[in-house]
């Protein structure tokens, strides 16, 4: 886990340190303008209202999630997502999983958000995170996902929380 981090981590910084151009800070193409402010809008959503970012997803989305653990694979489909990664954290959290936005990039058909997460857990615990998703944009939908994140606190909250009650 910790190389994949470290792999991750040097692949954006050697992405940035080249100069890839960043709809943010260039003005970038207006595929790229789009693709941002499809996602923005929806963190932002997520951030103020609640929720999740997941109504971006198209039907058929294929999510990985890189690394060792129960919760790590792919996923094909919003429902199988939501069924064997999502849902398992969530119903262990007492509220909303709030996202802390740090940056966002879209270059070509991808945006890259650096966020943190942090919710109380069932049982009263403090759950944070910190993730880095990389979505492939097709017509204001992602389309594939690979979603890096310390895979350790998300299963310690799915093994040592109960279920919220409905």
Do not use: C
Not at 21 to 27: H, K, N, T, V
Not at 56 to 64: C, G, N, R, S
Not at 92 to 117: E, M, N, Q, T
């Amino acid at each position: 886990m910790k190389l994949t981090i470290t792999i991750f981590r040097l692949a954006v910084m050697a992405f940035v340190v080249a100069g890839a151009p960043m709809s943010a800070q260039a003005g970038g193409s207006p595929m790229e303008q789009r693709n941002e402010k499809v996602v923005r809008d929806a963190f932002e959503t997520w951030a103020t209202e609640g929720g999740n970012v997941f109504k971006i997803l198209a039907p058929d989305v294929k999510w990985t999630i890189p690394g060792s653990g129960p919760v790590a694979g792919t996923y094909h489909g919003i429902d199988d997502f939501m069924a064997r990664a999502s849902v398992p954290l969530v119903q262990r959290l007492a509220g909303p999983l709030k996202p802390k936005v740090h940056h966002i990039w879209a270059v070509d058909d991808r945006v890259i958000i650096r966020f943190d997460g942090s919710a109380m857990t069932t049982s009263g615990a403090t759950y944070t995170n910190q993730f880095v998703w990389i979505f492939k944009m097709d017509d204001g939908q992602v389309v594939e996902a690979e979603a890096f994140l310390d895979l350790i606190a998300y299963q310690t909250v799915v093994d040592n929380n109960p279920v919220r009650a409905q």
